[in-house]
């Protein structure tokens, strides 16, 4: 199983952008559907974004258009940009990798969108 670190994450205001970052072990990783999730105070984790090992993409309906989601099979990196960020965004992000009944999760970051 892969083990993954989350980096990137803090405050920011309404209309502002973050990159978050996610540093793998493993020399699988590239095999590995690679995806962010979050969760916010009283609701249920949530798929944000997710990317397979053949570049194949898919959002969640609150983020199209302003997440985009990447990653660097040589580096073993997965990334969000988010852009255009909302208060509604405000939530622990968290790195997940999965390989058939495999899961790895990484430890969250906050991102706090506020004035």
């Known amino acids: 199983q892969v083990q993954l670190v989350e980096s990137g994450g803090g405050l920011v205001q309404p209309g502002g952008s973050l990159r978050l970052s996610c540093a793998a072990s493993g020399d699988i990783f590239r095999l590995y559907v690679m995806g962010w999730y979050r969760q916010a105070p009283g609701k249920q984790r949530e798929l944000v974004a997710d990317?397979?090992?053949?570049?194949?993409?898919n959002y969640a309906d609150s983020v199209k258009g302003r997440f985009t989601i990447s990653r660097d099979n040589a580096k073993r990196t997965v990334s969000l940009q988010m852009n255009s960020l909302k208060p509604e965004d405000t939530a622990v992000y968290y790195c997940n990798g999965a390989l058939g009944p495999l899961r790895s999760w990484g430890q969250g970051t906050q991102v706090t969108v506020s004035s």
């Open positions: 990317i397979t090992s053949g570049g194949e993409i």
